[in-house]
């Protein structure tokens, strides 16, 4: 561990993620799916760019462990450890800070990244808690912070809903196209729905997973080795629920999912198009649903990253994802980028006076 210190907080940082106290570590446990050991782990392994290296910022107030925030340096760069993969990114702040331990812990974290021109924070919620904390702790470490629109979310609250209920709440060409694709595939004597959650399925689910992709509409993986990975370490924590749904033995449609804390989210889906006529994507998701709503009772689903047209008919509800970009004025990269903006609202607002 490498430190440095401050009037107002201790900042350490590390390279290894198992080098950090234990203290951080658990903060790190305590942010939920996309801040725990085991994704960090995943995506340490699989979902880095070459030749970039993790940090891992640890923020101390007196004895006390109160920010962890996990970054990336590729080359003079730095930002969020964040991939392609992630739904939501946040440094892991400790509870019950007040305003001022919160604004001095991230006033630390600026000061730390203000050696290089622009940091980008992104995948942050609108409505994270530690948001405004960033913001003035920016301002007081002489760095400017610009906020941007990074990628939709969607969702829905499902809580004590079943299928049927969450059925009634749908558009009414959806409930019709569900209802008779569902019973159209009911039909079929070869089809079959396959719910693969134990570490002895992987290399079944795995394989399921590589064809289907390999026949479908989606582009080459960025990290192709990302998805297979995931699925083996959450099946190992009891959180995967891979949907596949196959015919004559055939796999046509495959879903990555994970439970964690009452949440349902989607990470991956797709389906062989050789089978189209059987609307399997379709099929598979009505499949899922009613599994994860009847069986688990979730409380919430998530569609995870983007604004694809489909997620809208399957959740009701949207939520931003942030990004900020922190530029210092007095680098040569946060020069630029102070100016262009500057341009830019001037340009906006001859454009608004016309």
Not at 81 to 90: E, G, I, K, Q, R
Not at 292 to 321: M, S
Request: proline fraction near 5%; charge should be positive; aromatic fraction near 10%.
């Amino acid at each position: 561990m490498r430190g440095t210190g401050s009037a107002d907080l201790r900042i350490d940082s590390s390279e290894r993620l198992n080098q950090l106290p234990k203290e951080a570590r658990s903060l790190l446990d305590s942010g939920g799916l996309f801040s725990s050991q085991a994704w960090w782990d995943v995506v340490l392994a699989h979902a880095l760019p070459a030749g970039a290296r993790p940090v891992f910022v640890v923020g101390r107030a007196g004895a006390r462990v109160v920010l962890v925030a996990p970054m990336l340096r590729q080359g003079r760069l730095l930002g969020a450890l964040t991939s392609p993969y992630t739904c939501v990114f946040t440094p892991a702040l400790a509870s019950g800070l007040d305003d001022a331990t919160g604004v001095a812990a991230m006033a630390a974290l600026a000061g730390w990244c203000r050696s290089t021109g622009i940091v980008r924070l992104d995948a942050l919620p609108v409505d994270w808690q530690g948001l405004p904390w960033l913001e003035q702790g920016a301002q007081r470490a002489g760095l400017l912070a610009y906020r941007f629109d990074h990628f939709g979310n969607w969702y829905e609250d499902v809580g004590g809903l079943d299928w049927p209920g969450y059925l009634a709440r749908r558009p009414g060409a959806l409930r019709e196209t569900i209802r008779r694709r569902l019973r159209r595939a009911e039909a079929l004597p070869g089809a079959r729905f396959h719910l693969l959650s134990a570490p002895s399925d992987m290399a079944f689910a795995t394989e399921a997973y590589e064809t289907v992709y390999a026949r479908s509409w989606k582009e080459p993986e960025p990290y192709p080795h990302f998805n297979t990975a995931f699925m083996r370490r959450m099946a190992e924590e009891g959180a995967l629920r891979f949907g596949l749904w196959s015919l004559d033995g055939v796999p046509a449609a495959v879903q990555i999912w994970v439970v964690s804390d009452g949440r349902a989210t989607v990470l991956k889906l797709a389906h062989d198009e050789a089978f189209k006529a059987h609307s399997p994507g379709t099929v598979l998701t009505a499949l899922m649903l009613r599994h994860l709503l009847d069986i688990e009772h979730v409380t919430e689903i998530d569609f995870g990253r983007g604004d694809d047209e489909y997620k809208r008919r399957w959740a009701a509800e949207r939520r931003q994802r942030i990004g900020v970009l922190l530029a210092n004025p007095w680098r040569p990269r946060g020069t630029m980028e102070v100016i262009r903006r500057a341009v830019r609202q001037i340009r906006d607002s001859m454009r608004a006076g016309r």
